[in-house]
């Protein structure tokens, strides 16, 4: 099936630094979606990207999709303790518009 | 909406015994995926069905698991012998117009086989 990574696997930051996530695939994607998952909870819904170079933001999150449509970032400015949790990609490409979702990047917001 | 109702939320049982999970989807999806999450693989996609038809379940482990979807509002997980290595947090999710407005999971159920 579409493999992708996702980097870091972890990221611990103090409180009002950045922090940054990536996710890349060897082969082109139809669209690229963004999960995140409270610890003890469930994966929620947060964005889908679909053209190349599509830059979206949501407050202090700003996701990007690569020209080439093979990678993909997401961005929060300034974190804080709620944004703590792992942040997923799922991607989907090909005919498939079922995602494959990457290992994930645990974020740990230290006050 | 009350969102994706998963149940039970957790459940011990011991090996060989029959387990099984319920899922009621949102009201309106078309699509429901069933989900495994476990720290050595993470989520990977088990089974999903389109209009109650299962289409794809290639993920699923073996022929100890099995899943239905009587109707639309309903799907089931069965896993018969569990076993130790199925203890993981299964996930419910459904969808609309092929997930273009993501994929709304429920809260999961977490089984332990001991």
């Known amino acids: 099936g579409q493999q992708v990574m996702q980097i870091p696997q972890y990221q611990h930051v103090q409180e009002g630094e950045d922090f940054t996530t990536y996710c890349n695939s060897s082969t082109t994607l139809s669209n690229i979606q963004w999960y995140k998952q409270r610890p003890g909870g469930h994966p929620v819904f947060l964005i889908q990207l679909v053209k190349s170079g599509e830059v979206k933001k949501q407050k202090r999150l700003t996701f990007q999709f690569g020209e080439a449509k093979k990678n993909s970032s997401l961005h929060i400015t300034a974190t804080q303790t709620t944004d703590v949790g792992t942040y997923f990609c799922a991607v989907a490409s090909g005919g498939s518009y079922i995602p494959t979702f990457g290992r994930g990047t645990s974020l740990i917001v230290h006050p | 909406d009350a969102g994706v109702i998963q149940s039970p939320r957790h459940e011990v049982t011991e090996m060989g015994q029959e387990v099984t999970l319920r899922c009621k989807p949102i009201s309106g999806h078309n699509s429901l995926f069933w989900y495994r999450q476990t720290m050595m693989r993470g989520l990977e996609l088990l089974i999903y069905?389109?209009?109650?038809?299962?289409?794809?379940d290639s993920g699923m482990p073996e022929d100890r698991f099995s899943a239905k979807m009587p109707n639309a509002s309903f799907s089931t997980l069965k896993i018969q012998p569990s076993e130790p290595r199925d203890s993981a947090v299964y996930f419910c999710?459904?969808?609309?117009?092929?997930?273009?407005?993501?994929?709304?999971f429920g809260s999961g159920t977490r089984l332990t086989v001991v």
């Open positions: 999710a459904s969808s609309s117009d092929r997930g273009n407005y993501g994929y709304t």
């Open positions: 069905f389109n209009n109650n038809v299962p289409i794809d």
